[in-house]
């Protein structure tokens, strides 16, 4: 990126040719180099205090997801009260950073979290697919927004995106971002997806992470959790590195969000280690980087408890959801 | 030229696999005459935690097939042990120092032990279980289930201790880890070996080698391990601390009885030790 300066910034989204030439002039990724880097980085051990810190830490960075067909507004709140409460034996516990839901979720969720301030992040814009004609699109973003969701986790036009339709995408992003704006309150934050199990290389997935930027986003978010692979070390390397770039260039920090795949603390603790490393110690803040996950949760307050008490906890102490 | 010898590697039996300890650690096994018979791996509590999870995962699918499948399943394990028979009974010699004929004796009374569990496993329900009389227009039934997972501290000496406290636990649906014996470690892993090709499904027995004063205290105390069977523990300091350890999440136990006579034929109690009778109120007459 030592070639770059912010003025080359200024014209690349005036046309879809600047845009594809810009994005297609970024320095390719080094495949083996990233899984390499990420492997290595997982080798890390962290133990006792750094252990204790970086599980909660981790618990305070959880987007507490539920994204079903059979949701219920009971579902929700209850997914809330542990948002709120990890572990309702332990008052020291942290709680999460949010809770993620569909949009005809939002109202349950905002009601149940009140002035907890764990918020409340939307899936918009016809979520997971993202086939929908944008004005449905905006309409799902505004009835997420208005009804009192902090955050929109969209996802982008893959279909679009490996066309080489760069334009589209760009200018999907900036009208759902607009959508995001509320008349009297702060605007919710953008998270954009991109489904990077479908994105097939690490240089589209470094393409959309500019993309995505230049466009506005908040967050940039791996997966939506229904593909596999999801949200795996190397990917996530990739868009840190991309927001490292970002910011070294324009003074613009934006967060990164890997979801989908995290299950045990052991994967939470080698993705801190890796953000620490790439971005450094600026995005170690549920502000700059999330875990979208659900069962993650559980393993992370059985080692916690497991730190603190000194034996190994079970399931039947935490709850299946 | 003379062949070189294939030594084998001792390991552990976690989760259907045969791993070295996550620790790395090793421990000298010795023979009868205080002369190094074999490596076998130190296991860590690590190690414990990672055979009491597979134990864990392996427990919904293995209770809930039928008691009969089970019982096929125990049967198998009798039928492969006894093609391998020279096998146990070449490892028996070379650890006890016992003669041929004894130890012949011993894999017999390892293999009969299976087939009489066998045979118990669709019968445990009826003869603990039952009908009850009740006062009221209901069906009440009563039925045992298994506990979940069951820690096994096995008597020292080889195979037919481990036999005779394992099968009792997995016939009746619970999974298990089990800590072999500390001085006859290799007979074990062998029958792991036994295990592992006769259809019993990874995680229901784990085998981990090492010092029980060591690795017990974490099964005692993990909140995960449902049952604890003490019987191969001798020190009545250490079988106090695995109880106390196992007193905070209210797990059965079984405690050692230094009369008991394993070669005796067993009676039920080590089946219902780990079992627990559920009664079921149903409407009738409607």
Redesign the interface.
Known sequence: MATLTSADLTDVTASESALRRFLHGLPGVDQVGADARAAMLGTRSIKTTAKTAALDLAIRMVDLTTLEGMDTPGKVRALCAKAMRPDPMDPSCPATAAVCVYPDMVPAAVEALGSSGVHVAAVATAFPSGRAALDIKLADTQDAVEAGAHEIDMVIDRGAFLSGRYLEVYEEIVAIKAACARSEDEPAHLKVIFETGELQTYDNVRRASWLAMLAGADFIKTSTGKIQPAATLPVTLVMMEAVRDFRALTGTQIGVKPAGGIRTAKEAIKFLVMVNEVGGPDWLDPDWFRFGASTLLNDLLMQRSKMKTGHYWGHDYVTLD | MARADVRKTYKLYINGQFPRSESGRTFEVLDAKGGFLANASHASRKDA?DA?SAA?SAFPSWSARTAYNRGQIIYRVAEVLEGRRAQFEAEIIAAEGVTAAKARQYVDAAIDRLVWYAGWADKIAQVTGGANDVAGPFFNHSTPEPSGVIAVMAPQGPLFGLVSVLAPVITTGNTCVVVASEAYPLTSITLAEVLATSDVPAGVVNILTGPQAEIGP?LA?????HGLDLTGVTDPDLARTLEE?AA??LKRVRRPDPTEDLLATPALDRMTAFLEIKTVWHPMGI
Do not use: E, I, T
């Open positions: 935690r009491v864990r974490w105390s993990h909140l995960d391990v350890g905070d999440s």
